[in-house]
């Protein structure tokens, strides 16, 4: 890409001179789509983003939450991190050190923030499992993701799989980070006071990742896993350990006035934005920055997308004690330049090569106004069904199957808080900081938004909810990633701008702050436009970190809790039979349904609690079964067995009336039948029966290891 005609103008008028070709490309990049969300920032104020609990919100590397007390091991007020990036081009162009460096840099993001990285969630988007092409960037991708999260210490927790044949030529790598702070040790990416120095800390500068943001910002060529190999940026996991461990030291001798990581747009893209966000200007020698290659040109230099990499404010006082904790851990550092009052101005062998205003080059991009075209809902089309063969297909589908093949491959447990591992509705950390759970779930269902984007957005909000009081946990605040095609053509942009605002109404029901997120557009290959993906990471907060499995105990009666619908769109089983269907009916009390399940799941009484998603009560009782426990069920029809209507799950109790009780006035509560001890799952549906072993189910869900191992 180059600048383009109509945004050079825009330059050249503010600047009163044609730019330089440094400048031209720093404003190509930092006014991409990637950065400057010219198609989407119309649209994002639909979002709330204030709380209570909110400290950090959007606008910074990553949104800062306050956690609730309940008793723990500081003094001090603890705050949790969030952050969510995409990494889904340079993934399909190289599968292991795209997603390998969307971990890094979503780590790093965490670290601007003072925070310490304590949890992953990835959410990954492929073509039919089907196809060889699929699963060779499913294996490099996951392969990354592991390899990288593993050797820095970051545990890998949780997030979602999921495969549609409209991925095939772009999937879709979308990583989450949790971090923990508190109030002292927090720092943002404004930067502070004119004289203070910047200092770049971490590897040394390559060639790696140039141009890495409008990269990201065009559809993908049919050549593209050739042609944008440059553009990919090489991960080295242990120099993002040391860079870990050196920002806490940081961060602890209270060094740091203000902080970014190197990402989208290198040098450039950090260090302009940082002084923009301060209303400063800076003087930078790009001859200072250490580089890894010989004779590297200003443009490179400013621009090269290397990874494990920092850019520090410090006080010139500070400088010298900066240097030895980088020396201490054997990384990269070089005084490259100065916070100022004024523009933005690099220096090059003697020579300006940059000199523009900070905050015209880090906000000056004008914004797109695009047509949209409002998506329609498909007519029904129901097919008929035999009992058996959905439930095989529907259970054994690749979407519902188990996804032990690719968290057995993530250290979760390292750092010593995973309460609730990965495999359930949503994972449970430790922040014994301050006594309290937290959850953590992320993912989004494209078969949802593909039916109807706007009421399946609102459904991934209250799915993931819905995961998160399943364990007991109250929802605290999320972030989002948003996945779009080309925004250009009115009809994929009409989608987009629908699960905008079906995911912003449904968090603004549910009272969840959306504090921050990514945009990721023009996902469009010679496949065709992805369908428009609103991947949620969403936590919640609970007194203590027990909660209660997805697994049967055995003993308890088993009830269906929240009101269902007996629409099919989006369904799995629609998948794989064929057919459609109108979306289903959400809750309007849907607050009120979370809350209640929350507390019903930290009841004393309740043995196990599983929420219905995908592939509807049929997978969810799937799951649930084991060798010692299984169950005896009844349900009216297919249509009950197999529906998908979020804000549900199925409650084992030993005190039916007082769940119950609860939902009173809240939401139905339909019984279900018994837990039992023969590890078989008994179903009635109107008039037909089918009993299948927990072996017989576990063979149907291991389609993916099955396939790879």
Not at 19 to 39: D, G, I, K, M
Not at 104 to 114: A, E, K, N, P, Y
Not at 654 to 673: C, I, Q, R, Y
């Amino acid at each position: 890409m180059s600048l383009a005609d109509s945004d050079r103008e825009l330059v050249t008028a503010e600047l009163g001179r044609d730019p330089t070709p440094t400048e031209a490309a720093l404003f190509e990049n930092l006014w991409s789509e990637h950065c400057a969300y010219r198609s989407s920032r119309p649209l994002l104020s639909a979002f709330s983003s204030e709380g209570d609990q909110v400290v950090v919100g959007p606008g910074d590397d990553a949104a800062v939450v306050r956690v609730p007390d309940n008793g723990g091991e500081s003094d001090a007020e603890a705050y949790v991190t969030m952050g969510i990036e995409s990494h889904n081009h340079p993934s399909y162009v190289d599968p292991y050190d795209g997603a390998a460096t969307g971990v890094g840099g979503i780590v790093r993001d965490t670290l601007s923030m003072g925070a310490y990285p304590i949890a992953l969630a990835d959410s990954l988007y492929f073509g039919g499992f089907d196809r060889e092409h699929t699963r060779y960037l499913f294996e490099g991708v996951v392969e990354g993701i592991s390899d990288y999260g593993n050797a820095i210490g970051v545990p890998t927790v949780g997030g979602s799989v999921e495969f549609h044949d409209d991925y095939e030529g772009n999937p879709l790598v979308n990583v989450a980070c949790v971090g923990l702070v508190d109030e002292e040790r927090l720092v943002t990416a404004e930067a502070q006071e004119p004289g203070n120095e910047l200092v770049l800390v971490g590897n040394a500068t390559g060639r790696d990742g140039l141009g890495g943001a409008s990269f990201a910002s065009e559809d993908l060529a049919e050549d593209a896993e050739t042609e944008d190999r440059p553009a990919v940026q090489v991960g080295d996991p242990y120099s993002e350990k040391l860079l870990i461990e050196a920002n806490e030291e940081l961060i602890d001798g209270g060094l740091v006035r203000s902080a970014r990581d190197l990402g989208a747009a290198g040098l450039g893209g950090a260090s302009s934005e940082m002084v923009a966000k301060g209303g400063l200007g800076a003087r930078i020698d790009l001859e200072r920055v250490h580089q890894r290659e010989p004779n590297m040109n200003a443009l490179e230099i400013v621009l090269a997308e290397s990874q494990e990499r920092m850019c520090y404010e410090v006080r010139p006082e500070d400088v010298e004690r900066v240097e030895e904790i980088a020396g201490k851990y054997d990384l990269g550092c070089s005084v490259i330049g100065e916070v100022s009052e004024g523009n933005y101005v690099c220096t090059f062998e003697g020579e300006t090569v940059v000199d523009v205003p900070a905050e015209f080059l880090a906000d000056g991009a004008p914004m797109n106004d695009l047509d949209a075209v409002e998506p329609a809902q498909p007519e029904p089309d129901r097919p008929d069904v035999d009992l058996q063969s959905a439930f095989e297909a529907v259970v054994g589908a690749p979407n519902t199957a188990s996804k032990r093949w690719v968290y057995r491959q993530y250290d979760h447990e390292v750092g010593a808080r995973t309460a609730l591992k990965p495999g359930d509705d949503a994972a449970v950390m430790a922040v014994r900081e301050a006594g309290t759970g937290l959850a953590l779930s992320a993912g989004a269902v494209p078969a949802w938004t593909d039916c109807a984007p706007y009421d399946g957005a609102r459904a991934v909000a209250l799915e993931n909810a819905t995961n998160l009081a399943a364990k007991g946990a109250t929802p605290l605040a999320a972030v989002d990633c948003l996945n779009g095609g080309n925004p250009e053509k009115p009809d994929v942009y009409g989608r987009f701008t629908a699960i905008v605002d079906g995911l912003a109404d449904m968090c603004r029901d549910l009272s969840v702050p959306v504090v921050g997120g990514n945009v990721s557009l023009y996902n469009d290959s010679a496949a065709g436009p992805i369908p428009p993906t609103p991947t949620l990471a969403m936590v919640g907060t609970k007194p203590g970190y027990e909660a209660p499995s997805a697994a049967l105990d055995g003993r308890g009666t088993l009830l269906l809790v929240g009101a269902g619908s007996d629409a099919l769109g989006g369904s799995e089983l629609l998948a794989e039979v064929g057919g459609a269907d109108r979306f289903p009916t959400l809750p309007e009390n849907a607050s009120e349904v979370v809350a209640t399940l929350a507390e019903v799941a930290n009841a004393d009484a309740t043995l196990a609690t599983h929420d219905v998603s995908n592939g509807g009560l049929a997978v969810t009782l799937a799951e649930m079964i084991t060798a010692d426990a299984g169950a005896d069920v009844a349900v009216e029809d297919v249509a009950s067995l197999f529906a998908e209507t979020p804000g549900r799950a199925v409650v084992e109790t030993e005190a039916p009336e007082a769940v119950h009780a609860a939902f009173d006035g809240v939401a139905p509560v339909a019984e279900l039948g018994e837990a039992t001890r023969d590890g078989t799952l008994s179903l009635s549906v109107g008039d037909e029966r089918l009993a299948v072993t927990s072996e017989e189910v576990a063979a149907l869900r291991d389609v993916i290891e099955a396939e790879l191992d």
